[in-house]
């Protein structure tokens, strides 16, 4: 017990030290402008104050994703450090589960010293994005999951234990809550179970296994069908988290065009990306040339297929934001524990200062988010805005056209409407969403209106009838990509 607390303690020093670097939620940032953080945000304290998600507010991410979001709304109302102190949390759980993993391949000693390394390898990612993703909240899950999979495919039997499959069944149910394209892990680990028992001619444990891993997946999507249900949003549920993100995203294409597309982007996001490449396409290729290191046979294929389910699931859909491939990133752990079971040296206490001292400086060098300590206040147009829609009595406000840009944290507002900003959704496959946040508009149903330049002449034109100008402004972001946001505010009759 003293052992593992101490081994946690490293990581979360770990944890707090490479993301207070790299992500966003950092207090050392002065806000996070990524829209999807704000999205989650702005759903996860609207539903700390009785808002419900997808019967009050449209947004297309799981539930347990907003609760963590809202979790942290409730340390910090106007800013992202609530939610860094649990993304602290959960990627120090990450962390633990990856030294167990690497610790069934070495001595302790080596595998606390993947931790440090792993962790730049993740947060210099591209994909590892502003801090905050869905991806990265699953991240401990997989992990937790990774562990007892290595740890049967070390075994002798091919029966798992009935209470590790429940634990690994609430993993898996824990994924779905969060974002479910990120199941492929989870479906690969049953598949894998399944089939080693179906070898065995083990067909009753085979099918009760399934059974068992489906109870723990059910225990904890439950409580969210009750608390839809009491709320009367079970249908809106379904609807929007399933159904609408099934349908809104069509990828008109054959079987086998789709299947050629998922492997290309699946390999893209790798080769692409020299931590990937070298931590899972060098890892396999050492981990199939070395001699067994798993008690099973064929175990080395069943890790293949559980990292081909896993990008299978992610890219299925055809689309593919950078930060898609970060799940990906819990296989990195076999090419570092590969790298230093087979390094021949001996690690003392001042090797981790060492190491650390090398990591940190690269770090700030590396990650994409960190030209973004740079900036002041005066750089954001979401502070500047805010500083205006504070003064007023009416603070309603509507972002318009484009997805959650932050102005609904800056400015401490709620939003109103179902339809508070503009999803990834094209307009010919989902039109009632802005349908009606142009009814909102020619209804003058707010008082402020924020749109980004880039929105059309017509509806300039319509914002124009009830609305003036008031405040521009241009800002640059970590990809150095400019944006012109504008401020309008509600004519006075």
């Known amino acids: 017990m003293k052992k593992n607390l101490k081994i946690y303690g490293v990581c979360v ?15 050392l940032y002065i ?6 953080a704000n999205a989650f945000f702005t759903v996860g304290k609207s539903m700390m104050r009785g808002l419900i998600p997808y019967r009050d507010l449209f947004e297309q991410k799981g539930p347990l994703l907003y609760l963590i ?19 602290v949390i959960s990627f120090s759980i990450f962390l633990y589960y990856i030294e167990k993993i690497a610790a ?3 001595e302790i000693k080596k595998s606390i010293l993947t931790l440090p390394i792993i962790t730049f390898g993740i947060v210099t990612l591209k994909s590892f994005s502003h801090g905050g993703s869905a991806e990265e909240f699953t991240l401990p899950l997989l992990a937790i999951s990774g562990y007892y999979l290595i740890k049967y495919l070390k075994s002798d039997s091919s029966k798992m234990d009935s209470k590790e499959l429940f634990i690994n069944g609430f993993m898996a149910g824990m994924v779905l809550l969060i974002k479910y394209t990120l199941l492929g892990f989870h479906f690969g680990f049953m598949v894998i179970i399944f089939l080693y028992q179906l070898k065995d001619k083990k067909y009753k444990d085979a099918f009760i296994s399934c059974l068992i891993f489906l109870l723990g997946m059910a225990l904890p999507v439950l409580p969210w069908l009750i608390y839809f249900s009491l709320n009367n949003a079970l249908y809106d549920f379904f609807n929007v988290y399933f159904i609408i993100n099934i349908k809104s995203y069509p990828v008109k294409a054959s079987i086998g065009a789709k299947i050629i597309k998922t492997f290309t982007l699946l390999f893209k996001n790798i080769f692409k990306n020299y931590i990937l490449f070298l931590g899972i396409v060098v890892g396999f290729i050492a981990l199939f040339m070395k001699e067994n290191i798993f008690a099973k046979k064929y175990s080395k294929l069943a890790l293949l297929l559980c990292f081909l389910t896993t990008g299978i699931f992610i890219y299925i859909g055809g689309t593919n934001f950078h930060y898609y491939s970060l799940p990906l990133s819990i296989f990195i752990i076999i090419g570092i524990s590969l790298l230093l079971k087979i390094y021949p040296f001996k690690i003392k206490w001042y090797t981790y200062f060492f190491v650390l001292s090398i990591l940190i400086p690269l770090t700030f060098k590396l990650s994409s988010n960190t030209l973004m300590l740079k900036k002041k206040n005066s750089d954001y147009a979401q502070i500047i805005f805010s500083d205006i829609i504070k003064q007023n009595n009416d603070k309603s406000l509507l972002n318009y056209g484009f997805l959650d840009g932050g102005f609904y944290l800056e400015a401490e507002v709620i939003p109103e409407y179902y339809y508070f ?3 990834n959704i094209p307009y010919k496959n989902y039109p009632e969403m802005m349908d009606e946040q142009d009814r909102y508009v020619d209804e003058a149903k707010v008082n402020f209106i924020i749109v980004k330049n880039t929105i059309s002449k017509k509806r300039i034109d319509k914002i124009r009838k009830n609305y003036h100008e008031i405040k521009r402004h241009t800002q640059t972001n970590n990809l ?3 944006t012109t946001y504008i401020l309008y505010q509600k004519n006075k009759s």
């Open 13 to 27: 020093f770990i944890s707090t030290i490479f993301l207070l670097i790299c992500s966003k939620n950092s207090p």
């Open 31 to 36: 806000m996070n402008d990524w829209v999807d």
């Open 69 to 87: 979001y809202g979790i942290g709304s409730l340390i910090s109302y106007n800013s992202f450090t609530g939610v860094f102190i649990l993304e």
């Open 104 to 106: 069934l391949f070495m």
């Open 421 to 423: 900003m503009k999803n």
């Open 480 to 482: 150095n990509q400019t």
